[in-house]
């Protein structure tokens, strides 16, 4: 345990970690469902909800322990997020709007979690 750490930071670590290791699970699913046969994708759709649903719960345990400081650090971070994912879908549409490129839904749904782990990451070193 580092000194600057406190016991809050300890227990947001393994919520945290859950949510990124189910946020991995879903990643490999979702590729995996794209080449399996017909009768692996519905158990693989299933799968991919049940980890949806724990990653939920993960984030809300994880959001729960948090100190004030973290939830000001999660709030900057989750405006962060917001506004890089509002950017990237008005641009995903505009090109999608040429037909040049096209995403599902479920892809942008992923790329949400990027710019909230980016901004988690620099308000927390920010903050330090």
């Known amino acids: ?9 300890e227990k947001q670590r393994n919520p ?11 990643v490999g699913a979702f590729i995996l469902m794209e080449y399996s046969n017909s009768p692996w994708r ?5 799968a ?9 719960w993960a984030v809300l345990r994880f959001l729960g ?4 400081r973290q939830r000001r650090i999660n709030f900057r971070a989750l405006r962060f997020a ?4 509002l950017v990237l879908s008005l641009v995903g549409g505009f090109v999608q709007g040429f037909g040049v490129l096209r995403v599902s ?3 942008v749904l992923g790329l949400e979690l990027i710019p909230w782990s980016f ?8 903050h330090q």
């Open 16 to 26: 945290l970690l859950a949510f990124y290791l189910s946020a991995l699970a879903f």
């Open 1 to 9: 345990m580092h000194p600057e750490s406190s016991e809050i930071d």
């Open 82 to 85: 917001f506004v890089v994912c």
């Open 65 to 68: 322990v948090a100190d004030e």
């Open 48 to 56: 991919m909800i049940a980890v949806a649903l724990f990653a939920l």
């Open 42 to 46: 519905e158990i693989l759709r299933i």
């Open 119 to 126: 901004g988690l990451m620099f308000y927390s070193w920010r």
């Open 105 to 107: 839904w479920i892809d």
